[in-house]
């Protein structure tokens, strides 16, 4: 079985992060890459995941590519069996 991750939080903060790292609005990255700054806001918040084209559309206004912000994703995002793990004393 596949193990599953909190892809949205975790992508989420590796986009604001590069966006950060670029010296980057949210407003410059959601004009750059053609997407509604509410849709960035949300990306960046962990409340969705961008499809595929809009992640290749801010991943090259990020000077990066979108395989390098979902791998960089994956590393960070924990598993469910983790976080419990932590939760427990």
Request: a positive charge; hydrophobic letters at 40%; charged letters at 25%.
């Amino acid at each position: 079985m596949a193990k599953t991750i909190d892809a949205f939080p975790a992508l989420g903060k590796t986009v604001a992060a590069h966006r950060r790292a670029a010296g980057k609005t949210q407003e410059d990255v959601a004009y750059e890459a053609d997407v509604s700054l509410r849709h960035l806001q949300k990306i960046e918040a962990g409340s969705t995941n961008p499809r595929l084209g809009t992640l290749f559309s801010i991943a090259t206004v990020l000077g990066t590519t979108a395989h390098e912000l979902l791998e960089e994703a994956a590393s960070t995002a924990s598993t469910p069996a983790s976080r419990k793990r932590r939760a427990q004393p």
